[in-house]
Nanobody, 115 residues
Framework: QVQLVESGGGLVQAGGSLRLSCAAS????????MGWYRQFPGKQRELVAT????????NYADAVKGRFTISRDNAKNTVYLQMNSLKPEDTAVYYC????????WGQGTQVTVSS
């Protein structure tokens, strides 16, 4: 069982920045892929960014390319999502995800961008 704990959400003005953190309860070397997803009210969860723990290759949704950066700190078993140039349409609940032999999800953290 892997537990994921997110932090770093909050309220920010448009154009501002936030950094989300996702701490895993196990060594992230045991995890294949970690990522961030977001969910808008009444919508399905959608991919924001993923990172392969081995090798570090990344993948981004078109809507966040050039503004968001996913990274990992192996020593801290933590994955980050640096979000810059935030827009009101980025307002959502952001979830951390990890895939080993099954998917694990964090509890979610609210990001609100005011115009």
């Amino acid at each position: 069982q892997v537990q994921l704990v997110e932090s770093g959400g909050g309220l920010v003005q448009a154009g501002g920045s936030l950094r989300l953190s996702c701490a895993a309860s196990t060594s992230i070397f045991s995890i294949n892929i970690m990522g961030w997803y977001r969910q808008f009210p009444g919508k399905q969860r959608e991919l924001v960014a993923t990172i392969r723990i081995s090798g570090g290759s990344t993948n981004y949704a078109d809507a966040v390319k050039g503004r968001f950066t996913i990274s990992r700190d192996n020593a801290k078993n933590t994955v980050y999502l640096q979000m810059n140039s935030l827009k009101p349409e980025d307002t959502a609940v952001y979830y951390c995800n990890a895939i080993i032999y099954r998917e694990y999800w964090g509890q979610g953290t609210q990001v609100t961008v005011s115009s």
